[in-house]
């Protein structure tokens, strides 16, 4: 699963919304499993909230942000960001696609 959200963040970095959702639904037939692990469920859920806020949901989105954090268990520090080499990356991409 942790290997479905990051990616789903990834597609949802270079605003790719069709790869993200698709990836993000492949992550969830692994939800019942990860129920118990609360650093894979809030990056379950930030992708889910990062979906709704590209797709202009924002009120689905402010309450999946606002669930994210008010979690106690959920460590804040743990959300993921992409490194400097990904970010280098995507933005040689986007600039080669301009």
Not at 4 to 20: F, G, K, R, V
Not at 69 to 94: G, K
């Amino acid at each position: 699963m942790q290997v479905y959200t990051n990616a789903c963040l990834s597609h949802l970095n270079i605003n790719d919304l069709e790869s993200a959702k698709t990836v993000l639904g492949r992550a969830g037939k692994f939800l019942k499993d990860c129920s118990n692990n609360t650093y894979l469920i809030g990056n379950y859920k930030l992708c889910q909230a990062r979906i709704f806020e590209h797709s202009s949901e924002f009120n689905k989105a402010c309450l999946l942000y606002a669930d994210i954090y008010f979690d106690p268990s959920f460590d804040h520090a743990s959300i993921y960001t992409a490194s400097s080499s990904e970010t280098h990356d995507i933005n040689q991409t986007r600039r080669d696609l301009l």
